[in-house]
């Protein structure tokens, strides 16, 4: 499935549509280039689920932990890494579990570690120079993903974007 993102509000309305359909376990692959909105989209996600506190960029401390209700998401960013195994270096493993919902910006720095998507977003710029708007591929990789994005293709389902 393909969205156009013309601008800010597209990125944050699709955040607020997608967040009511993650589910504890789910994996969340947030790929695409620097400034393309993966942070933007995790955020809009973050305050769809209820979480009302700050939502910065992990790129410095790796993961952000947000505990919403019962909840336990997070936001993970392997922009930094040199080397995928720096995912296992710092125990990263242990935050994938049944209970949580993980949102993974630059997945591809941790290849080969990190558990795959459930989901699998990738905003993209145009190749147009003068043209700003953003697309996202919405990628269902697993059947909840499949059922997330069913959901989300569906005319009547009232948080489409």
């Known amino acids: 499935m393909r969205r156009e993102l013309p601008d800010e509000a597209a990125t944050l309305a ?7 359909l993650l589910t504890p376990g789910m994996v969340v692959w ?4 620097l400034g393309s909105g993966k942070t933007t989209l995790a955020r809009a996600m973050l305050r769809a689920l209820g979480y009302a506190g700050p939502v910065k960029s992990p790129t410095y401390t790796i993961v952000e932990v947000y505990v919403i209700y019962s909840l336990y998401c997070y936001h993970f960013d392997f922009y930094r890494f040199s080397d995928p195994e720096e995912f296992l270096d710092a125990g990263l493993d242990e935050y994938f579990r049944n209970d949580s919902v993980c949102l993974v910006e630059w997945p591809d720095k941790a290849a080969g570690f990190v558990p795959p998507a459930d989901l699998a977003l990738r905003l993209r710029f145009p ?4 043209c700003s708007r953003r697309t996202v591929d919405l990628l269902a990789c697993s059947e909840r993903g499949r059922s997330c994005l069913n959901i989300l293709a569906n005319p009547a389902f009232q948080g489409a974007a």
């Open 30 to 33: 947030l790929d695409g280039d």
């Open 14 to 20: 699709l955040g607020y549509a997608l967040a009511p």
């Open 127 to 130: 190749a147009k120079a003068s």
